[in-house]
């Protein structure tokens, strides 16, 4: 079954360290997006890539990174910059910048 | 800036109750406006309107747009303690960065 998959679902960071949360989807599609969910805040945008080699930054791109190697992958970094990462973090897919998403399970980023 | 605000923020009904959620929206070169179900992890589809004054209608959820007055509504009837999730809408624009989400409305169904 086509889908997108996040790994981990519960990751652990201490300060100071940089983290790499995976997404990788199956489903052909050419969109993809990162994006932050906090309590009473919806969802923000992170950064989204449309092709590969190529990502545009969102809302609150301080303190992230990603890359588009393979239109299947799309790797979000929260790097020592991001001074309040805790969070829920969801990856979504499109098949056009026009459609609707599918989304991933999420990755839930906790520092200790 | 396009912004996408649901009303309201939180509802606590009982079993059985129908309840109204409600989405107004600014976006340039609207599309269309989605709606969401967010239970414990991953939003999952519910409708996609594009079209002003057609329903939409699955199981006792439905939902409407109001492109004249830039406003959806999403109607549950005979709730189930399993409608209990975060309800998210979201506009799509002509821009390349996808949708703008509102913050969303806890639904809580009591038994």
């Known amino acids: 079954d086509g889908g997108i998959t996040q790994s981990p679902k519960y990751l652990f960071r201490k300060e100071g360290q940089n983290v790499t949360l995976s997404c990788e989807q199956n489903?052909?599609?050419?969109?993809m997006y990162w994006y932050r969910q906090d309590p009473g805040q919806g969802l923000r945008l992170i950064y989204y890539s449309q092709i590969v080699n190529d990502f545009q930054k969102g809302d609150i791109a301080e303190g992230y990174s990603v890359s588009r190697e393979k239109k299947e992958s799309f790797p979000l970094t929260v790097t020592s910059a991001q001074k309040n990462p805790t969070a829920f973090y969801l990856c979504?897919?499109?098949?056009?910048?026009?459609?609707?998403?599918?989304f991933g399970s999420g990755t839930r980023l906790t520092v200790v | 800036e396009d912004k996408v605000v649901q009303s309201p923020l939180s509802l606590v009904v009982h079993e059985g109750d129908t309840v109204t959620l409600n989405c107004s929206y600014e976006?340039?070169?609207?599309?269309?406006l989605l709606w969401y179900k967010q239970e414990k992890k991953a939003p999952t589809f519910l409708f996609m309107l594009?079209?002003?004054?057609i329903e939409k209608k699955s199981g006792r959820l439905s939902s409407i747009l109001d492109k004249k007055e830039l406003f959806s509504i999403l109607n549950i009837t005979a709730t189930q303690t399993g409608d209990s999730a975060i309800y998210l809408c979201?506009?799509?624009?002509?821009?390349?960065?996808?949708?703008?989400f509102g913050k969303g409305t806890h639904l809580i169904i009591q038994p």
């Open positions: 976006v340039t070169n609207f599309r269309s």
């Open positions: 979504a897919s499109s098949a056009s910048y026009r459609g609707g998403y599918t």
């Open positions: 594009t079209s002003s004054g």
């Open positions: 489903l052909n599609h050419d969109a």
């Open positions: 979201a506009g799509s624009g002509g821009g390349a960065d996808g949708l703008t």
